[in-house]
């Protein structure tokens, strides 16, 4: 869309190189971003240890360390006050943490990248919005224009022939 300098749009300068920039890049299409294995792997840990299926599986198993070694007859691998059991779930929390938040700091960059996205989206929309505003204003001036004139010629076009009919009716009298 090529405007004659005489007809720049009412946006201004900036907006419409910003609108013809996005025009070229298409902004509505954003690939899918290629992740690494790091990152593969930190998602499904974080699916997993966020699930309620872990979190059922887990107690059932702390339930049952605990069970074994309150109750055990014969030995007790890991008596009361179970450090055993704090220390391999110290273990689990050390590991599990940074990973799940690889996975959200990965993800916090997904969500600045749609919404950098979403906003250049909107971003074009509004300003393709404003110049149709600008594009319909200018129709309907000249619009106007045109029906002024056909008003003007109309009217010039009833003045004469009343004068003619006014003629020919002063002849026939």
Known sequence: MALAPNQLPLIDQDDYHLLRQLREREPAQ???PRLTLGQRLSDVVAAIVG????????SG?????????VIAFVQHWDPYPFILLNLVLSFQAAYTAPIIMMSQNRQAEVD?????????VNMKAELEIELLHDKFDRLEQIYTQEFDTIKAIQQEQLDRLKTLITREQDEQQ
């Open 112 to 120: 600045r990248q749609n919404a950098k996205h979403d906003y250049e």
């Open 61 to 69: 198993i702390l339930a049952i360390w605990i069970m074994l070694n």
């Open 30 to 32: 954003l690939p899918p």
């Open 51 to 58: 699930s309620w299926r872990f979190i059922a599986i887990q």
